[in-house]
């Protein structure tokens, strides 16, 4: 069976906005984030506070989330690699931050400059001081399936990790393909391993990057399994600049399209939504990779 409602988890403004190679200005992207809530999302990621020579693209994080302080009802996490992005997130009022770990040696060392364990050494007191504060804590998990160095990840690797980051006290999990080359029955193997390891249903999101156009039919497993986060970034905007071949998150519009579909409730109005990423994808220059959005708009 599907649930009757699904959480979108929207990454668009992060997830998107990083992989840019312009800088786009902090007032559109304040804009973005404003139209997102209006269109009902309730969780919209807003930024990270890493390294700003990591990522330049995201280097106006502190100009950007006081920006969203008139927004209500609508969780703002952000990503925090280390203490030293906690300090900065919560001396801004941040209330929901994500720690990022890998479950391969290669992604740890191209994305944190760390091994697998020495990350997790790292994300241990950002996890314990942000849970002391009450924040909500996002563990996530990149190369849950494949990694663009390593090949094919084995779903034993993903689990010892996934249960290190619960161990810390992450109050959920994503697992993120992130450069797309999960397939159905790849996702239902993971989940299987993770339910048999003891890491509850209830605590996973799924985080697709849609390289292979599959990650629709990859959500729709996840569903079938009892997941009910899904990530997801308007039109499709997306990638890691420290993973080459990872192309944009599956599209907020096709998963709102398809769960519309099958009477699964997201409470986002679609319409808003195609706006707010056309409206988007004018500033960026170029129209944007979302079939449903094209449909939609009939450019
Ligand atoms: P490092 O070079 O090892 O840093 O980078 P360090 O710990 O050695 O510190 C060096 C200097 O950086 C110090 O300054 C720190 O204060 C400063 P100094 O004392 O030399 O003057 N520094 C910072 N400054 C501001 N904010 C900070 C910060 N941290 C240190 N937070 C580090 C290690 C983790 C910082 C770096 O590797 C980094 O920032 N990485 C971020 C990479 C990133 O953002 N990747 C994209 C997000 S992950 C993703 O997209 C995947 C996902 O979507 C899921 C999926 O698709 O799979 C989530
Ligand atoms: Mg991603």
């Known amino acids: ?13 992060r997830d ?14 304040a804009e973005f984030v404003h139209r997102l809530a209006d269109a ?3 969780t919209v990621e807003a930024t990270s506070f890493v390294h700003p020579k990591w990522v330049p693209q ?3 994080a502190a100009e950007l989330f006081p920006m969203l302080h008139d927004i ?20 801004l009022g941040v209330r929901s931050v994500a720690v990022f770990g890998s479950a391969t ?26 849970k002391e504060r009450g924040l909500r804590v996002r563990g996530y998990l990149s190369m849950c399936f494949g990694d663009p160095w390593e090949g094919p990840v084995p779903v034993p690797r993903v689990v010892r990790v996934a249960k290190a980051l619960r161990d810390l006290g992450c109050d959920e999990l994503s697992l993120g393909d992130t450069i797309g080359v999960a397939t159905p029955g790849h996702v239902r193997a993971l989940l299987a391993g993770l339910a048999g390891a003891g890491v509850p249903v209830d605590a996973l999101g799924v985080h697709f990057h849609d390289t292979y156009g599959q990650a629709l039919a990859n959500t729709l497993a996840a569903l079938q399994h009892g997941v009910t986060t899904v990530d997801a ?5 997306g990638g890691c600049p420290f993973a080459k071949s990872a192309t944009g ?13 099958l009477g699964v409730e997201t409470g986002v109005d679609l319409g808003r939504l195609v706006a707010t990423s056309t409206w988007m994808a004018d500033r960026l220059g170029r129209p944007s990779p979302s079939r449903t959005v094209r449909a939609l708009t009939h450019k």
């Open 72 to 91: 209500r009802g609508v969780a703002l996490p952000v990503l925090v690699p280390n203490e030293r992005g906690l300090d900065r997130a919560l001396g």
């Open 233 to 237: 970034s308007a039109g499709g905007l």
């Open 1 to 13: 069976g599907l649930p009757p409602r699904v959480r979108i988890y929207e990454v668009g403004a």
């Open 40 to 42: 009902g999302l309730t």
């Open 105 to 130: 040696e290669s992604f740890a060392k191209a994305n944190l400059n760390r091994t697998v364990d020495e990350s997790l050494a790292m994300f241990a007191p950002v996890v314990a001081r942000a």
């Open 249 to 261: 998150n599956l599209a907020t519009e096709d998963l709102v399209w398809m769960l519309r579909g």
């Open 58 to 60: 995201l280097a106006d």
């Open 16 to 29: 998107g906005l990083q992989n840019e190679s312009a800088v786009v200005p902090v007032e559109v992207k």
